[in-house]
């Protein structure tokens, strides 16, 4: 059975830094691509940052590049998203999301509640 299980969420004042980690079980990690979504009240979900399979490669959203950084450890079965100088617009709950790289199978988290606010 797959398991993403995010943690890190929490309360925290604008300008100041959180960081996510996404524990992945049941599938064999390195074969997938990892990417962070979050999904604010009253809006769609959108993509934060990706992350390759050996993390060669990364992307993030215009509004998070050069705050937001995406990382990964594949011994640990982890993905995380450090965030740092946060904005109230940062407010959303925040996913893991995983789909093979070849079968495009997928999986999602439950999510993680991040709140920005003072």
């Known amino acids: 059975q797959v398991q993403l299980v995010e943690s890190g969420g929490g309360l925290v004042q604008p300008g100041g830094s959180l960081r996510l980690s996404c524990l992945a079980s049941?599938?064999?990690?390195?074969?997938?691509?990892m990417s962070w979504y979050r999904q604010a009240p009253g809006k769609e979900r959108e993509l934060v940052a990706g992350?390759?399979?050996?993390?060669?490669?990364?992307n993030y959203a215009d509004s998070v590049k050069g705050r937001f950084t995406i990382s990964r450890d594949n011994a640990k079965n982890t993905v995380y998203l450090q965030m740092n100088i946060l904005k109230p617009e940062d407010t959303a709950v925040y996913y893991c999301?995983?789909?093979?790289?070849?079968?495009?199978?997928?999986?999602w988290g439950q999510g993680t509640q991040v709140t920005v606010s003072s």
């Open positions: 992350i390759t399979r050996f993390g060669g490669t990364t």
């Open positions: 049941g599938l064999t990690f390195s074969l997938f691509e």
């Open positions: 999301y995983a789909k093979h790289y070849v079968s495009s199978r997928d999986y």
